[in-house]
């Protein structure tokens, strides 16, 4: 079934080519502040002043603007769209500097050692540190059905990563916006006119007509779609109280920037497989059209602990002990190229993550309401 391939989607996310011009070289989106809200008034971020030895600023989020408008607009965008493989050089390109670092030969200064000897991962255009591409030949060779899975599910409504932004000033820039990150259960689609979701009744996570056994028709993506999001990204239910949220985001020149709190579970499940993605360091970045109802392309960058990767393993029933998880361990000592905390690297520090960047694209959305989502599956017991 369709609902299989949904765990992996973020997992295997990131082919797109990632647009230049989404992320300004120079700019800083400030301290890490999504874990706490930030009532007080935000400043502007100076940013950094890095470059590549060839005068290459290090690719960095763009700086918070200093427009001041507050606004009471609200924006729900839905995040699909996945393609697998960063095929020839587009990787290069797909993400941010994570380390301060050009890492552009062997001999460079990198952030840390990987557990292996078999040299550094070398960073892409603009010291972009993006080494989770290297995945994808292993990735293929476990799953080697799920590049045309995970666009069928997403696309259904499935497992549609769901930002919804509040407090917009409805302008091309906004020094702090509320954004919550959730992702959807079912989708369907809607007319322009409505004023709620119609009438569902959900069977086995599934999505049906009320008192029949007929679905309901997947979205249309355009614009007028409804989604249900997962009850569970969101403390006892409560739609106040998400669990991944950053109160200190901001738009720049029509650029959405958010900071995702390190570690927090972004949960995806199917009914026999599943992924528990969590980042450290970890941005989402997409640039809205001109009427703010496309986000194209959105790039979600940060540092995925090898531990968090092997843990997560077992829901894609890939198990210790077994063939499939060895050549997984290796493949991840040979390209870890970072620390999962920013600022504990050394020359003769181990890295401890990988740096990873995937693309998105974005649809403007509306809320249903909560589900409870597909409990992440252990392959393994």
Sequence with gaps: MLR??????????????????????????????????????????????????????????????????????????????????????AWRDIGLDLDGLCTNTALSD??????????????????????????????????????????MVSAGGVGVVVLQIDGWNGMDDDAQVDVRLTQSVAGTTGGADDEAAPPVEFVNYEPFVPGTMTPLDPPAWDGNDWLWVREETFFMGDTERPRVRDTNAYIANRQLVMRLPDRAEIIFAGEDQGINVQLTDAYVIGTFDETFTRLSPVTVAGRWSVLDLLETASSVNICSGDTEYDILQRKLDEVADVRATPNTGGPTATCDAVSIGVTFEGYRVRIAGLEPGNPLPDGCE
């Design 4 to 89: 299989t391939g949904l765990p992996l989607l973020l997992l295997l996310a990131g082919c797109k080519v990632f647009d230049a011009s989404l992320i300004e070289p120079g700019g800083d989106a400030g301290p890490t502040d999504a874990a706490m809200p930030d009532t007080g008034t935000s400043q502007p971020d100076a940013g950094p002043v890095a470059t590549c030895p060839d005068g290459t600023p290090l690719r960095r989020p763009p700086a918070r603007p200093t427009s001041s408008d507050s606004g009471d607009q609200q924006l729900v965008m839905g995040l699909r769209d996945i393609r697998l493989r960063q095929t020839s050089e």
């Design 110 to 151: 990198v952030e840390c050692q990987p557990p292996s000897d078999v040299g550094v991962q070398i960073d892409g255009n603009a010291g972009i540190d993006n080494a989770f591409h290297s995945l994808f030949d292993v990735i293929d060779l476990v799953f080697p059905s799920l590049a045309s899975t995970a666009g």
